[in-house]
């Protein structure tokens, strides 16, 4: 497995609008996308930086993935997303190798992408997720 490049860093926020105009105004960025993310209890704020994109997390429920994250530990950079090829088979991988999946079968995320978590505690820390693009032909 190697991944093509990273595809977004997720940063959970308390206050969204307050967050895109920060990205908007100082980084001079454009949020191109908001999306609610009804399973995961988010809402979703997109912007690109070349290949990269961030995105803004702001949870719709304290007892969903971002609310919990934020009460135990803070605003800030919540999981990192590669791209890859062949979801399933880098999941596989990672699984052989040791590493605790969230998502053993990927599932549909923001973006339309398919998308499986790693957990934090099998990868130094850092919430770790996949993306794979299928609407992207080779
Ligand atoms: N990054 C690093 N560590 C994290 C973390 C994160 N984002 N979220 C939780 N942790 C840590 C906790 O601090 C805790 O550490 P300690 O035991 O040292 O205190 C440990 O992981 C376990 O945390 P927990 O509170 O017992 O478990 P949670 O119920 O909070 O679940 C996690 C944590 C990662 C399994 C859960 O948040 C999850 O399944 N995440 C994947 C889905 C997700 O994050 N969705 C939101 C984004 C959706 C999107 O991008 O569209």
Redesign the pocket.
């Known amino acids: 497995m190697k991944p093509t490049h990273i595809e977004?860093i997720?940063i959970?926020v308390k206050d969204m609008d307050a967050a895109i105009a920060y990205y908007e105004k100082v980084l001079g960025l454009t949020c191109y996308a908001i999306e609610e993310?009804k399973d995961?209890?988010?809402r979703?704020a997109f912007f690109k930086v070349g290949d990269t994109k961030i995105?803004l997390?702001e949870s719709t429920d304290p007892e969903?993935?971002?609310g919990?994250?934020i009460e135990?530990?803070g605003q800030g950079?919540?999981?990192i997303?590669f791209a890859v090829k062949g979801i399933e088979q880098c999941l596989e991988a990672a699984k052989e190798h040791g590493v605790s999946l969230?998502?053993s079968v990927p599932r549909r995320?923001?973006e339309g992408l398919d998308?499986a978590?790693l957990?934090?505690?099998s990868t130094f820390?850092?919430?770790t997720?996949f993306c794979e693009d299928k609407k992207v032909k080779e």
Request: aromatic share 6%; charged share 25%; glycine share 12%.
């Open positions: 977004h997720g959970a993310v995961q209890r988010v979703t995105e997390l969903g993935p971002v919990k994250f135990k530990r950079v919540h999981h997303a969230i998502d995320g923001a998308i978590f957990h934090p505690k820390g850092v919430l997720e």
